[in-house]
């Protein structure tokens, strides 16, 4: 739904990305345009006074369904529609403190409800769109939620049984009309519930260690726990941020992780405001490609999943392809990579470079060009990107620096820089967070961004940061020329019968590169060797013309185990013995967040994996 056709606001809708707003030449140069957060109090004001520096500039880029064309919203445009939100959230009778919650796809609106709210001192609380009701209706409570604003009819329909369990819960608002949908004296489609007027900005006085929003870690066992971040905490955060990298006024965000994610909340929402940067909001991750092509991005936030994907299906291509085109790919990632070292002082220069400039146009330049044809870098988080795509992407032009965080530190610890970005690690602390390891070389982090702590849960509280403020990463980590280097995670690291200890997202990294595995993970715990439970990546096994059976599960399991068993063999050969895998096992459902094996942030949920199989990893054990 466009909020436009019910604010006097005018909009300048166009159908081709190259039509921005005058103003917009004026920033082209690499000059910076950012906002001193030392100076200001909160989020509310980090926005007002971008408003007072660039009201013309382009803000967001939004497709309206309607006209099929993209809107160029200015921080103007931004602000009036800011103005109507608070005084419907006033009409609501509304005070500082209260709780507001999001469930919306992104969208400009999320940040004008945001925006808004925060002005007024209200607590946002994020959740993601297709989280459980269950889920959904545990953290409203939690929080005393007193108003929610969802997307459209099919989610309401999905939710609304629940949503009658919260009993905090007075408003709830639709950025769609409801016809059809059940009845609720709560419910308002925002159309009607927004003033029509143009309504007048308004200012209030927010303390820097207020709390401004609550955000539900998607955990991978139990229930979520409510992260409590400070306007101080995350302000500090993007000041962090902007000194570790350069975000320019030209610079174009592309936003399509969730915005209830604190990864793309900082990064991809905040930053950008205290930066003058423009954010393009995806429709979704099934039109982000056609998308990059039009709003052709220069930032791009991102999580390793997109990679592989990506990764993935370029091996599957090269399959079909001659020798001399796979030729030509190897050697446009290795001579890119070798020059990536030489340029970091980490190589030496070869007279190969010279090739570059062909192998770019051949190679690199038609799978650069499906990200847009302008990046200039990806900050990429949320898990570990492995350092073989990272190789490949780099290798081809593709500017990738790896990042490290979570949501109790708002979120970012540490990130590469263009100048000193070593791939296999997630980069150096972010200027004036201090780090170090515990006995046992778990990540501990101190600094003004950690969380205010746990919405009603002391105890966890207490058990995650000490009484000197350190908090407890749960990361393994080695520290070296200030970069960190996960080398596992201390919970799920696997013990053996044997007393062997496995960290398995390493291996399960490497596992995961083989073009016939889309998804693996490791069983061991208290077991006498190691085994994999995966999900195959069908299309590349029909793709090979080698396979005569292009049904894998109507080979017999005997001969397809030995298959795999070879191709992870061939992937983990360079991993200590005691870390070979003896047995697999194929899962014919993909996990998935629907499903219920990957949190939200695409992490695996182990518990309900060995939940799920737990038959299938018995039948890998028998006779031992």
């Given at each position: 739904?466009?909020?436009?056709?019910?604010?006097?606001?005018?909009?300048?809708?166009?159908?081709?990305?190259?039509?921005?707003?005058?103003?917009?030449?004026?920033?082209?140069?690499?000059?910076?345009?950012?906002?001193?957060?030392?100076?200001?109090?909160?989020?509310?004001?980090?926005?007002?006074?971008?408003?007072?520096?660039?009201?013309?500039?382009?803000?967001?880029?939004?497709?309206?369904?309607?006209?099929?064309?993209?809107?160029?919203?200015?921080?103007?445009?931004?602000?009036?529609?800011?103005?109507?939100?608070?005084?419907?959230?006033?009409?609501?009778?509304?005070?500082?403190?209260?709780?507001?919650?999001?469930?919306?796809?992104?969208?400009?609106?999320?940040?004008?409800?945001?925006?808004?709210?925060?002005?007024?001192?209200?607590?946002?609380?994020?959740?993601?769109?297709?989280?459980?009701?269950?889920?959904?209706?545990?953290?409203?409570?939690?929080?005393?939620?007193?108003?929610?604003?969802?997307?459209?009819?099919?989610?309401?329909?999905?939710?609304?049984?629940?949503?009658?369990?919260?009993?905090?819960?007075?408003?709830?608002?639709?950025?769609?009309?409801?016809?059809?949908?059940?009845?609720?004296?709560?419910?308002?489609?925002?159309?009607?519930?927004?003033?029509k007027d143009k309504c007048e900005l308004?200012?209030?006085?927010?303390?820097?260690?207020?709390?401004?929003?609550?955000?539900?870690?998607?955990?991978?066992?139990?229930?979520?726990?409510?992260?409590?971040?400070?306007?101080?905490?995350?302000?500090?955060?993007?000041?962090?941020?902007?000194?570790?990298?350069?975000?320019?006024?030209?610079?174009?965000?592309?936003?399509?992780?969730?915005?209830?994610?604190?990864?793309?909340?900082?990064?991809?929402?905040?930053?950008?405001?205290?930066?003058?940067?423009?954010?393009?909001?995806?429709?979704?991750?099934?039109?982000?490609?056609?998308?990059?092509?039009?709003?052709?991005?220069?930032?791009?936030?991102?999580?390793?999943?997109?990679?592989?994907?990506?990764?993935?299906?370029?091996?599957?291509?090269?399959?079909?392809?001659?020798?001399?085109?796979?030729?030509?790919?190897?050697?446009?990632?290795?001579?890119?990579?070798?020059?990536?070292?030489?340029?970091?002082?980490?190589?030496?220069?070869?007279?190969?470079?010279?090739?570059?400039?062909?192998?770019?146009?051949?190679?690199?330049?038609?799978?650069?060009?499906?990200?847009?044809?302008?990046?200039?870098?990806?900050?990429?988080?949320?898990?570990?990107?492995?350092?073989?795509?990272?190789?490949?992407?780099?290798?081809?032009?593709?500017?990738?620096?790896?990042?490290?965080?979570?949501?109790?530190?708002?979120?970012?610890?540490?990130?590469?820089?263009?100048?000193?970005?070593?791939?296999?690690?997630?980069?150096?602390?972010?200027?004036?967070?201090?780090?170090?390891?515990?006995?046992?070389?778990?990540?501990?982090?101190?600094?003004?961004?950690?969380?205010?702590?746990?919405?009603?849960?002391?105890?966890?509280?207490?058990?995650?940061?000490?009484?000197?403020?350190?908090?407890?990463?749960?990361?393994?980590?080695?520290?070296?020329?200030?970069?960190?280097?996960?080398?596992?995670?201390?919970?799920?690291?696997?013990?053996?019968?044997?007393?062997?200890?496995?960290?398995?997202?390493?291996?399960?990294?490497?596992?995961?590169?083989?073009?016939?595995?889309?998804?693996?993970?490791?069983?061991?715990?208290?077991?006498?060797?190691?085994?994999?439970?995966?999900?195959?990546?069908?299309?590349?096994?029909?793709?090979?013309?080698?396979?005569?059976?292009?049904?894998?599960?109507?080979?017999?399991?005997?001969?397809?185990?030995?298959?795999?068993?070879?191709?992870?063999?061939?992937?983990?050969?360079?991993?200590?013995?005691?870390?070979?895998?003896?047995n697999v096992a194929l899962c014919q459902?993909?996990?998935?967040?629907?499903?219920?094996?990957?949190?939200?942030?695409?992490?695996?949920?182990?518990?309900?994996?060995?939940?799920?199989?737990?038959?299938?990893?018995?039948?890998?054990?028998?006779?031992?």
């Open positions: 739904m466009n909020i436009a056709k019910f604010h006097n606001v005018s909009r300048t809708l166009v159908k081709n990305t190259k039509d921005q707003p005058k103003v917009r030449k004026k920033n082209m140069k690499d000059v910076t345009d950012y906002i001193d957060t030392d100076s200001i109090d909160n989020l509310f004001q980090l926005f007002c006074e971008r408003l007072n520096r660039s009201p013309a500039s382009l803000a967001y880029k939004q497709y309206d369904e309607s006209t099929g064309l993209w809107g160029n919203y200015s921080w103007a445009d931004v602000a009036d529609d800011i103005a109507c939100w608070q005084a419907a959230f006033k009409s609501e009778q509304l005070i500082a403190g209260d709780a507001v919650a999001i469930m919306i796809r992104n969208c400009r609106e999320w940040a004008i409800f945001d925006i808004a709210a925060l002005s007024m001192g209200l607590v946002v609380i994020p959740l993601y769109t297709e989280d459980r009701p269950d889920n959904v209706s545990y953290i409203l409570n939690d929080a005393n939620v007193q108003l929610l604003l969802i997307d459209n009819d099919e989610q309401w329909n999905e939710f609304y049984k629940t949503l009658n369990n919260v009993t905090s819960l007075k408003r709830i608002l639709s950025l769609s009309s409801m016809t059809g949908a059940p009845h609720d004296t709560r419910l308002r489609w925002i159309s009607d519930w927004l003033p308004k200012h209030s006085d927010i303390k820097s260690d207020a709390l401004a929003t609550v955000v539900y870690t998607s955990g991978t066992t139990g229930r979520p726990k409510g992260v409590m971040l400070s306007h101080r905490n995350i302000l500090w955060n993007i000041k962090g941020a902007l000194n570790s990298v350069t975000i320019y006024p030209s610079d174009r965000f592309v936003s399509f992780l969730p915005l209830c994610h604190t990864f793309e909340r900082t990064v991809g929402y905040y930053l950008p405001i205290c930066a003058n940067a423009s954010v393009s909001y995806a429709r979704s991750i099934a039109d982000l490609a056609e998308d990059m092509l039009t709003t052709k991005p220069t930032v791009m936030i991102t999580v390793p999943r997109i990679f592989e994907r990506i990764h993935n299906k370029i091996q599957e291509q090269l399959l079909g392809k001659s020798n001399t085109a796979r030729n030509l790919f190897t050697d446009a990632v290795e001579i890119g990579y070798q020059q990536f070292l030489s340029k970091q002082k980490r190589g030496s220069w070869h007279a190969s470079f010279l090739m570059l400039p062909i192998l770019r146009k051949l190679v690199s330049k038609k799978i650069l060009a499906k990200f847009g044809g302008s990046i200039r870098l990806c900050i990429c988080g949320g898990a570990a990107l492995s350092p073989q795509i990272s190789r490949m992407f780099i290798g081809l032009g593709l500017p990738i620096l790896q990042g490290y965080g979570l949501t109790e530190h708002s979120p970012i610890i540490s990130v590469n820089r263009l100048q000193n970005n070593i791939p296999e690690s997630v980069g150096i602390p972010l200027p004036g967070v201090e780090v170090k390891t515990s006995d046992v070389g778990e990540l501990m982090v101190r600094g003004p961004s950690v969380m205010m702590g746990y919405l009603n849960n002391k105890n966890a509280t207490d058990e995650l940061i000490d009484h000197e403020g350190w908090l407890s990463t749960g990361d393994i980590v080695e520290i070296r020329d200030k970069h960190i280097f996960i080398t596992g995670r201390l919970k799920e690291i696997i013990v053996m019968s044997n007393g062997e200890k496995v960290p398995p997202s390493d291996l399960e990294m490497a596992i995961q590169q083989d073009i016939l595995i889309e998804q693996v993970m490791l069983i061991g715990e208290q077991r006498p060797y190691l085994t994999a439970l995966i999900v195959a990546n069908n299309d590349a096994w029909k793709q090979d013309p080698a396979n005569e059976n292009k049904d894998l599960f109507n080979i017999p399991v005997e001969k397809r185990n030995k298959i795999f068993l070879q191709q992870i063999k061939n992937r983990i050969k360079e991993f200590p013995g005691y870390a070979q895998i003896h459902e993909p996990w998935s967040i629907e499903n219920g094996m990957l949190t939200p942030t695409l992490k695996l949920r182990r518990k309900q994996i060995n939940a799920k199989y737990a038959s299938k990893i018995e039948e890998m054990y028998q006779g031992h």
